[in-house]
Structure formats: structure tokens, C-alpha cells
């Protein structure tokens, strides 16, 4: 009775290692892509030829949305590219940094500065944005990186806050700036997570702020904070999350404690520090800490005001939004809100993969993925000459490609 009860043990250990959680039996697919029938955008995408093809995940593990997260998180052997730091003083004393990465090699057919703005409590310094930069200068790139205040662990602030999840005033400095020191450049916006959500809530608060850009790419967000992180708690691996994300931004709050916690301002804002750095969840962090110092009734509210899904439908130049099924991070229901977007705007496109994670997208092999360019890198890097190709072709599209200061409008 024990080898046959044994042989079941193994058999029933191994059907749910590798087909319920690795899910190694699933089939690869192509892209599902969501967008209208203009001529704009079906140019773009008959030049993606990555569009057209089977995302390949490493067999063994890639198929589990998990695991590319957790090797994500994990991947430190990247190439550290050299940047030149800038700093800007904002109107309440925050200083904002930036990084900006030139090109190593020039673009044949412009001056073209990709703008990038990281995911949550990320920086220049975090391994998939040191990636990014390192793609994008060999393409002919310049690339632009902010830093999110209090992100970056050697630089101290100066007023008694960090980022948020929905203000977006850092950016548009950087943006000022960044045309300032280039105004020839034509800007591409590049946004991951939390930094895609800010970004496309950035396009959206005005038509101004789209006026230097050619086009906005957004990865892995999720649209609305307050779906997401309630989506987030109703599952325990969903509260796992949850926690991991929260002790990254309490990581941020204890590095400057001494000026985010002085007397005046946990008087000011009723704020106790005590209850806030032993925080457990994302909801106790926003209820007792962000809401207050940015001056909303509520957490609800403070999510909705940091939302895309309420500003996305007034972004009118090219977007490529990306996202995977298998995504932890951004259950399903979320994703209704991109397909909707493209569907019904002329320069929209939304790429949804069924495999990928959260920013994971490792390619081919069997254990060891074949690259450690990620599969979005590719993707970016083809929209982008798609972009540039197309509005140059055709200058009556919404491109900016005569630089900083000269948009080209319908």
C-alpha cells in the first residue's frame, strides 16, 4: 500500500507544482490587441512585427505570472549605465531629482529624449529602469529617468513629504527642464506601474502637457488605485502583495523619519508616527499619512484623485498601453478600463499578453531565460521607431517631431 500511495503523493505534488501554479501546459499566444480601425494605427501596428508573434516565457517557470514578479524583484546582474544628475527646487521645498542618460550612439533620424517614470518608491537606481536606459541609449535614445521624492537612498529631502500616487508636479518640472536644456527634443513618455498611472494622469490633466510629446507608453498599471488595492486585500496572496508594497513605502518613511515626522507637521496634520511605521497594509499608510498631508477627507478620495482611469479619455496623442493577464498586481476587472480607451481613440493602442507578471516579461529558455531584456524592452523599442516612422510620413497626425517646442495638431 505504500509505494502506490507514494507514486499518488508524487503525481498529485507534481500536478500542482507544475500544472496548477507553474502552469507549464498552457499554450503561448499572441498578443491580444485592442485598438481602433484608423489608418494611424493600423501603420503602427503593421510595423510591430513583435505584435504579430507568440510571446515565448522561459518554459519551467514563465507561465506563472508570480514568478516573473518574483524574478523581477530579485534581478540584480544589469548593465549600470552613467548619468549626469539634476535637481530642481519646488514651490514647498521639495527638491526634485532627475537623471539623464545620452545616447550611446545617434539616432538617424532625430533628437529624441525618452522621458521615463518609475514605478512606486523606484528610481534611476532600480534594476528594470537601469534596463530600460541601457536599451534605449543603444537605439539612439537619450533618456531622461525622475526619481521619486525620497526614493533615492543616498539624498535626503528637503520639506516634509515624499511622492504621491497621483501628483504629478515633479514630472512636469522635470518635463520644463528637460526642454529647457534640450529644446530640439522630441519627447517620448515611457511609464511602469505606479510611474504609468502618473503618467498618463499627467497627459490627461491637460492638453498642454501633451504638447511636446510624440506619443506615451504605459506598463503594467492599473488604472484605479482604489479597485486595485481593494482588489489587492480579498485574496491572501493579493494581501501578501499588499504587504510587500506597503514595506516598501515604509522603507522610504523610516529613511527620512526625522523630516517627514517633526513636531509641527504631526500637529499640523494630526499625524502619529508610531501608528503609520507599523503600518501592515497600503490602506493604513493612506488614511493616516498620505490623505493627510495632501489634504483629502479620505483614502477613497485620495485614490480617486490619483486615478488615470478618470483622465486617460482626454489623451489624444499616441499611447501604447501594455499589460499581462497573469499580472498579480491588476486583477481583471481593471483592464476593461484600456480597452475601452483604445477602442474608441484614434492613436491608441492596448497590447494584453497572457503571461508575463508585474514588469517580469523574461523570454525563452528553460529555466534561464534566453535575454535579460525583457519582452517589453522589444516591444518599446519597435513602437517607438513605429511612431516615429508614421508621424514623419504623414506630419498631419498628432506627433511631435520637430521638437520640444513644436507640435504638430490635426
Given amino acids: 500500500m505504500v509505494e502506490p500511495f507514494m507514486v499518488l503523493l508524487l503525481f498529485l505534488l507534481f500536478y500542482l507544482v507544475f500544472v496548477k501554479f507553474l502552469k507549464v501546459n498552457e499554450p503561448i499566444r499572441t ?19 513583435i505584435l504579430h508573434e507568440s510571446y515565448q516565457p522561459p518554459w519551467l517557470w514563465g507561465k506563472c ?3 516573473q514578479t518574483m524574478v523581477y524583484t530579485l534581478s540584480h546582474v544589469i548593465p549600470r549605465p552613467e548619468g549626469v544628475r539634476h535637481h530642481i527646487l519646488m514651490s514647498d521645498g521639495a527638491t526634485c531629482y532627475f537623471d539623464v542618460f545620452e545616447a550611446t550612439r545617434p539616432h538617424d533620424k532625430g533628437d529624441y529624449t525618452v522621458v521615463v517614470y518609475p514605478g512606486i518608491a523606484n528610481s534611476s ?8 536606459v541601457h536599451c534605449a541609449q543603444s537605439y539612439g535614445y537619450r533618456v531622461a529617468v525622475l526619481n521619486h521624492l525620497g526614493a533615492l537612498e543616498t539624498v535626503p529631502i528637503t ?44 497627459m490627461g490633466e491637460s ?33 501578501l502583495y499588499n504587504l510587500a508594497v506597503t514595506m ?25 508616527p508610531v501608528q503609520i511605521l507599523g503600518a501592515t497594509c497600503l490602506e493604513t499608510i493612506d488614511e493616516f499619512y498620505s490623505r493627510k498631508i495632501y489634504g483629502f477627507s479620505s483614502h477613497e478620495e ?3 484623485r490619483a486615478s488615470s482611469c478618470y483622465y486617460i479619455n482626454n489623451v489624444d496623442i499616441p499611447v501604447l498601453l501594455i499589460n499581462s493577464r497573469d499580472d498579480p498586481l491588476v486583477h481583471d476587472a481593471l483592464l ?33 531565460p534566453r535575454s535579460t531584456t525583457p519582452w517589453y524592452e522589444r516591444v518599446l523599442m519597435q513602437y517607438l521607431d513605429a511612431i516615429i516612422d508614421t508621424a514623419r510620413n504623414d506630419p498631419a497626425n498628432n506627433c511631435n517631431v520637430n521638437g520640444g517646442n513644436a507640435a504638430l495638431v490635426v
Wanted: hydrophobic share 35%; net charge positive.
Fill in 31 to 49: 498578443p491580444e490587441l485592442h485598438h481602433s480601425e484608423s489608418k494611424f494605427i493600423q501603420s503602427v501596428v503593421k510595423s510591430c512585427s
Fill in 65 to 67: 505570472g508570480h514568478v
Fill in 125 to 132: 537606481e532600480n534594476t528594470y529602469i537601469r534596463n530600460v
Fill in 159 to 202: 520639506s516634509p513629504r515624499i511622492f504621491s500616487y497621483g501628483h504629478t508636479e515633479e514630472f512636469g518640472a522635470m518635463i520644463e527642464k528637460v526642454l529647457e536644456i534640450y529644446p530640439e527634443t522630441a519627447l517620448l513618455g515611457v511609464g511602469f506601474s505606479l510611474g504609468a498611472n502618473l503618467l498618463m494622469k499627467y
Fill in 207 to 239: 492638453k498642454t502637457n501633451q504638447a511636446a510629446f510624440m506619443c506615451a507608453i504605459s506598463v503594467c498599471q492599473g488604472y484605479d488605485a482604489k479597485r486595485a488595492i481593494v482588489g489587492m486585500v480579498n485574496t491572501i496572496k493579493g494581501r
Fill in 248 to 272: 516598501n513605502i515604509l522603507r522610504v518613511l523610516k529613511r527620512h523619519k526625522k523630516a517627514l515626522f517633526t513636531p509641527s507637521v504631526c500637529d499640523t496634520h494630526d499625524i502619529d
Fill in 302 to 304: 485620495y485614490y480617486d
Fill in 336 to 368: 476593461e478600463v484600456p480597452k475601452k480607451y483604445a477602442v474608441s481613440h484614434d492613436k491608441a493602442l492596448y497590447v494584453l499578453t497572457q503571461h508575463g507578471g508585474h514588469l517580469g516579461y523574461y523570454e525563452g529558455g528553460i529555466v534561464i
